[in-house]
């Protein structure tokens, strides 16, 4: 298996435009999680989807942020309009869910996304 | 509130030598702890997961330990290596009810081994 497939690698926007990250999660794993990284806040989970449906996005900061799901083995995190701020790391994990809860289950993490915006 | 604090923040080792990183929380209701390696510029690695009823579990030259008494948990990593240099993150899952639990992240401490 390729593991977590995540695009772009990198990206460097200016403020104002629209950024759409994607995400391809492990075959077979029934959760997608999306994180974002910076060197001040550490990881932070942005939102999560269980068969496709979104189940917690507390963590999505501002109606700026967007994410979507529309089949098993394909995620988007859409940021409109981006700011300076958003700068950061965003990574993609999936998992699969057993009897244990979601929580207990292993994340596999992509490679992340580096974003910039200018 | 829930937190959770890692100590130290940076560490530096020479190779061959063991090291112990520490994790203490404030996490109710506790679900379990988790340890990640991340090495630079990848995504983060599970080395262990515990659930309260676990003290100790191992993965290679990585031991985990927990004490849900008093909410420390510890990283042990024995006869360190180069590829050892990352940062290693403690995760702890509040579990509220099914599957809405909430992760709460530490800030991580990043290990440099030097040869």
């Known amino acids: 298996d390729a593991g977590v497939i995540q695009s772009p690698r990198h990206e460097v926007t200016e403020m104002g435009q629209e950024v759409t990250l994607r995400c391809k999660p492990i075959?077979?794993?029934?959760?997608l999680f999306w994180y974002r990284q910076t060197m001040m806040r550490g990881l932070e989970l942005l939102i999560y989807?269980?068969?496709?449906?979104?189940?917690?996005d507390s963590g999505m900061p501002e109606d700026r942020f967007s994410a979507k799901m529309p089949n098993a083995s394909f995620s988007t995190l859409k940021i409109q309009p981006s700011e300076p701020r958003d700068s950061a790391v965003y990574f993609c994990?999936?998992?699969?869910?057993?009897?244990?809860?979601?929580?207990?289950?292993?994340?596999?993490f992509g490679p992340g996304t580096r974003l910039t915006v200018l | 509130k829930n937190q959770v604090e890692q100590s130290p923040q940076s560490l530096i080792i020479l190779e061959g030598k063991n090291c112990t990183l520490q994790?203490?929380?404030?996490?109710?209701?506790?679900?379990?702890l988790r340890w990640y390696k991340q090495d630079t510029g990848r995504g983060p690695v599970s080395l262990t997961i515990?659930?309260?009823?676990?003290n100790t579990k191992s993965n290679g030259r990585y031991t985990a330990t927990l004490d849900a008494d008093t909410k420390q948990s510890s990283l042990h990593i024995t006869a360190s290596q180069l590829s050892d240099s990352a940062s290693y993150i403690c995760?702890?899952?509040?579990?509220?009810?099914?599957?809405?639990?909430?992760?709460?992240f530490g800030q991580g401490t990043t290990l440099q081994v030097k040869p």
């Open positions: 994990a999936s998992s699969l869910i057993s009897l244990a809860g979601v929580y207990y289950n292993e994340q596999f």
């Open positions: 994790c203490n929380y404030t996490v109710s209701p506790f679900s379990n």
């Open positions: 989807f269980n068969n496709n449906v979104p189940i917690d």
């Open positions: 515990m659930t309260f009823s676990e």
């Open positions: 995760v702890v899952s509040a579990h509220r009810s099914g599957n809405t639990g909430k992760l709460i």
């Open positions: 075959s077979g794993h029934n959760s």
